[in-house]
């Protein structure tokens, strides 16, 4: 089993970025996937979450209206188009796809920073 994740980077506040991540290997479809997102010197959060199949989404009251999850339904694969960054954003930003276990990428760095 593999999760990537891709698309981080450095951005200005009030900036956007778009992470990516791809999941494969799996011998049951995963139902649900989701992005976390961890700071420095705090608990990794949950950031947003979709299901596979409806398409349900869950947000942070933090990023509510700022950022959307999308997944793409011909794989096994989501998005978090991020906008109006602020330097809150800034943490290594975690996906993962859960089947009855969770199974994580390694992170990519997101940096709001002037």
């Known amino acids: 089993v593999q999760v990537v994740e891709s698309g981080g980077g450095m951005v200005q506040p009030g900036g956007s970025l778009t992470l990516s991540c791809t999941a494969s290997?799996?011998?049951?479809?995963?139902?649900?996937m989701n992005w976390y997102r961890q700071a420095p010197g705090q608990e990794r959060e949950l950031v947003a979450k979709?299901?596979?199949?409806?398409?349900?989404?869950t947000y942070a009251e933090s990023v509510k209206g700022r950022f959307t999850i999308t997944k793409d339904s011909r794989k096994i694969a989501a998005y978090l188009q991020m906008n109006e960054l602020n330097p809150a954003d800034t943490g290594v930003y975690y996906c993962?796809?859960?089947?009855?276990?969770?199974?994580w990428g390694r992170g990519v760095q997101v940096t709001v920073s002037s």
């Open positions: 979709i299901t596979l199949i409806r398409g349900t989404t």
């Open positions: 290997g799996f011998s049951v479809r995963p139902y649900a």
């Open positions: 993962s796809a859960e089947t009855s276990n969770e199974y």
